[in-house]
């Protein structure tokens, strides 16, 4: 089945621990997305590829890194400089970037807690 | 970024009745997306409009994208407890100028609706 796939469901970062979220896509889409989504609120954009090794940052970048090798895979790393990491985190992928009919999907998010 | 002004943040129903909510914004967009939420889980996409006085159905639902393009309305009929989540519209703005980095969807802060049965 095409779909999005995020790892793991739940994560628990220790103080000062850089961790990776995972994120895959088999739907041969260019453009993925890294959203930050607290409690009761909407999501926020951390980071976007529209191609393969190339990424700019969201509106909330600071304290996370991303890379993309591979066009199925967009890891997003929240470093120890992220001081409130607490969130679910969703990751997103679209269609060809010229296309004036963008939808964006979404896969089952990780939930990252500090311990 | 933007945020889309979606109304209203909350609603507690009755099962069987009606529900709209609604999404406006003060740019011009060229795509209006509109997503469901259960907790715990990511978004998933219920209605994709593409053009300005587009009305699409999926189901019980009905979205329609506005005449003006600056707003976007989603109705849910005759609801059922199922329907209980967070809903979220996105839009893709008009302008390149507006929307530089290519194709980046602004969110609405979403709609929580809670069914009684």
């Known amino acids: 089945d095409g779909g999005i796939t995020q790892s793991p469901k739940y994560l628990f970062r220790k103080e000062g621990q850089n961790v990776t979220l995972s994120c895959e896509q088999n739907?041969?889409?260019?453009?993925m997305y890294w959203y930050r989504q607290d409690p009761g609120q909407g999501l926020r954009l951390i980071y976007y590829?529209?191609?393969?090794?190339?990424?700019q940052k969201g509106d909330i970048a600071e304290g996370y890194s991303v890379s993309r090798e591979k066009k199925e895979s967009f890891p997003l790393t929240v470093t120890s400089a992220q001081k409130n990491p607490t969130a679910f985190y969703l990751c997103?992928?679209?269609?060809?970037?010229?296309?004036?009919?963008?939808?964006?999907?979404f896969g089952p998010g990780t939930r990252l807690l500090v311990l | 970024g933007q945020q889309l002004n979606q109304s209203p943040q909350s609603m507690f129903i009755q099962e069987g009745e009606d529900v709209s909510m609604n999404c406006t914004s003060s740019?011009?967009?060229?795509?209006w997306l509109w997503y469901k939420q259960d907790p715990g889980e990511g978004p998933v996409l219920l209605i994709a409009?593409?053009?300005?006085?587009e009305l699409t159905s999926n189901g019980r639902l009905t979205a329609q994208f506005g005449i003006t393009r600056k707003d976007s309305f989603l109705n849910i009929s005759a609801s059922i407890p199922s329907d209980v989540g967070i809903y979220f519209c996105?839009?893709?703005?008009?302008?390149?100028?507006?929307?530089?980095?290519?194709?980046?969807?602004?969110f609405g802060g979403g709609t929580r609706l809670m069914v009684k049965p």
């Open positions: 739907l041969n889409h260019d453009a």
């Open positions: 590829s529209q191609i393969v090794n190339d990424f």
């Open positions: 997103a992928s679209s269609s060809p970037r010229d296309s004036f009919q963008e939808t964006q999907y």
């Open positions: 996105a839009g893709l703005a008009a302008t390149f100028e507006y929307n530089n980095a290519g194709n980046m969807l602004t």
């Open positions: 740019s011009i967009f060229n795509t």
């Open positions: 409009l593409y053009k300005a006085g």
